[in-house]
C-alpha cells in the first residue's frame, strides 16, 4: 500500500523558512516522479513542484521560482521541499503526490505564514 | 501555460441525477488529464486518468472522456457519498495546472 506522511510544517513569520518532507513506503520511491500541491483555505488545488525519479528535473510554478527548492533522497525514500522568503501567500495545506499522473496523497501538512 | 477552464463551478443535484462537469484546456493535452474527488478536510482522490481510464476501486458510475481541449467527468447517477468537490488537472506539460473545481452540493 503506498503511504505519504508530510511533516515539517507549521507558523513561520514573514520572510522566514521552512522545510517541509514526505516520508514514502510501499512502492519504489526512485522510480517516480514526485509533486508538491498546496491548497489555500478555502481554495482551489494548486500544483507546486516536481521532481523527476532520479531528481535531476524540477519543475516550479512561477509563484515559488528562486523562493522554494524541492528535493529528494532516494535511499532514504524522502521527499523535500525548501521554502524561502515565505509570505503570506503562502499559507496552505501542502500535499505530496505521487507519479507523474499524480496518483496518490498525502493528508498534508499545515504551513502558516503570519505575524 | 496551459489554462483549465472548469464549469460549473457549483452545482445541486439530487441523488440518482446524472451530473456532467467539463474542462476545458487552452492548448491541446492529448488524454494527459486526471479527475479528482475532494471532501472536506481530506486529500484528493484520484478518480479517473489518462482521460477516461478509471480508477481501481472507483465505482463505475463514474466516467471520464474527451481528448485534445475537451474533457468531462460524468456520474451516472449520484449517490449520497459523491457530494464533494471534483477537479481536472492537466498532466502534459509543466507547470501542471488544475481546474477550479466543480462542488456538487445536494439539492
Not at chain 1, 25 to 51: C, D, T, Y
Not at chain 2, 65 to 89: K, R
Request: proline share 4%; with cysteine; net charge positive.
Amino acid at each position: 500500500e503506498v503511504q505519504l506522511v508530510e511533516s515539517g510544517g507549521g507558523l513561520v513569520q514573514p520572510g522566514g523558512s521552512l522545510r517541509l518532507s514526505c516520508a514514502a513506503s510501499g512502492f519504489i520511491f526512485s522510480s517516480h516522479e514526485m509533486n508538491w500541491v498546496r491548497q489555500a483555505p478555502g481554495k482551489g488545488l494548486e500544483w507546486v513542484s516536481s521532481i523527476s525519479g532520479g531528481g535531476l528535473s524540477t519543475y516550479y510554478v512561477d509563484s515559488v521560482k528562486g523562493r522554494f527548492t524541492i528535493s529528494r533522497d532516494n535511499s532514504k525514500k524522502t521527499l523535500y521541499l525548501q521554502m524561502n522568503s515565505l509570505t503570506a501567500e503562502d499559507t496552505a495545506l501542502y500535499y505530496c503526490a505521487r507519479g507523474d499522473k499524480v496518483a496518490d496523497w498525502g493528508q498534508g501538512t499545515l504551513v502558516t505564514v503570519s505575524s | 501555460d496551459i489554462q483549465m477552464t472548469q464549469s460549473p463551478s457549483s452545482l445541486s443535484a439530487s441523488v440518482g441525477d446524472r451530473v456532467t462537469i467539463t474542462c476545458r484546456a487552452s492548448q491541446g493535452i492529448r488524454n494527459d488529464l486526471g479527475w479528482y474527488q475532494q471532501k472536506p478536510g481530506k486529500a484528493p482522490k484520484r478518480l479517473i486518468y489518462g482521460a477516461s481510464s478509471l480508477q481501481n476501486g472507483v465505482p463505475s458510475r463514474f466516467s471520464g472522456s474527451g481528448s485534445g481541449t475537451e474533457f468531462t467527468l460524468t456520474i451516472s447517477s449520484l449517490q449520497p457519498e459523491d457530494f464533494a468537490t471534483y477537479y481536472c488537472l492537466q498532466q502534459n506539460s509543466y507547470p501542471r495546472t488544475f481546474g477550479q473545481g466543480t462542488k456538487v452540493e445536494i439539492k
